[in-house]
């Protein structure tokens, strides 16, 4: 069995934390743990920890477009945010990556801008797959309106821990019976993945949260 997070960060990220040596044990402990970072507007964790722990990681990035975050995986380098979504998808697709769409209907949360509506339901073939769980989505019934957009259109569904905290990852992934590493097959097997959903905790939360602050006192 493997376990498959779509979504997550590393201390590359402006407002995460978790470093190259905390992956290291995740994996020790979690071998067929596959993890895809998509720090935001930023690929060299990615890289990094894709020469590190090869298999057990899929390059990402999650861009900030003038209309909303839009994650792409399977990269091969970084996309600059701030150009329109259609822009972003183009870049996304020159390189052969896959484009997600996460958290798409969250509506909390200072950092975290979800893709324009019009975009999402005007031009829904730019996405390829769809998060239906983030973990740290606290909007009210955003998780479960983004599983019936994804099934009203088709698509298959990923979750996500958007950890940015090493004890933030774990508890939320999609398990697939085996992968060969190649994106036409996740694809395939996403339809039909069972997921295990956790949110994340008040507490470790707000640990996260009191954590950012410092960070960006200190940037
Ligand atoms: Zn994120």
Known sequence: MIQIDLH????????AF???NQLDGFF???PSFVLAITDHDEIKGAHEAKKLFDRNIIVGEEIKSSEGEIVGLFLK???EPGMTAEKTVEEIRRQDGLIMVPHPFKRTGNLDSPIRQEILFENTDFFDIVEVFNARNRT?????KARRFADANGKPVAVGSDAHAIYELGATFAMLKSWDGRKESLIAQLHTASLSCQSIHFIPRLITKVMREIKKMNS
């Open 18 to 20: 978790t470093s190259m």
């Open 8 to 15: 997550s960060h590393t201390r590359c990220s402006r407002d």
């Open 140 to 144: 009210y019934g955003a998780n479960e």
């Open 28 to 30: 020790r402990r979690n």
């Open 77 to 79: 380098k970084f996309v």
